[in-house]
């Protein structure tokens, strides 16, 4: 499965609307297209995960760093619209303590 990467701006916010898969293969294709955005001062990211099927640990390393980069220069991640699939994986690992995840409609 790809991944498909779908941007729009918002005065000083990206909103990234991800479709797909987020592994070992289209990690790389995320971190490149995300992190311009996040090493860009007083920056706010919200990514979109409606559409996205699964994520694997190395698309969870991705946001790790790119809120490391975002944090760095004065700016804001947020992650929502997760399927309770995948927003599981953030919570195993202990990352929704971290990053700022936003319910998806219909869900608690």
Do not use: C, W
């Not at 004065?74 to 919570?91: A, H, I, P, W, Y």
């Amino acid at each position: 499965m790809n991944l498909s990467i779908r941007s729009e701006q918002v005065d000083s916010t990206y909103h990234i609307h991800l479709a797909g898969e987020i592994d070992t293969y289209t990690a790389p294709q995320l971190r490149e297209s995300l992190l311009p955005l996040a090493e860009k001062e007083n920056l706010t990211i919200n990514i979109h995960f409606d559409e996205v099927e699964y994520i694997d640990s190395t698309g969870l390393g991705v946001f790790v760093g790119i809120l490391k980069a975002t944090d760095a220069n004065g700016g804001q991640l947020t992650l929502q619209g997760m399927s309770s699939r995948v927003k599981r994986l953030f919570t195993i690992t202990g990352l929704d303590e971290v990053i700022t995840i936003k319910e998806k409609e219909g869900q608690s």
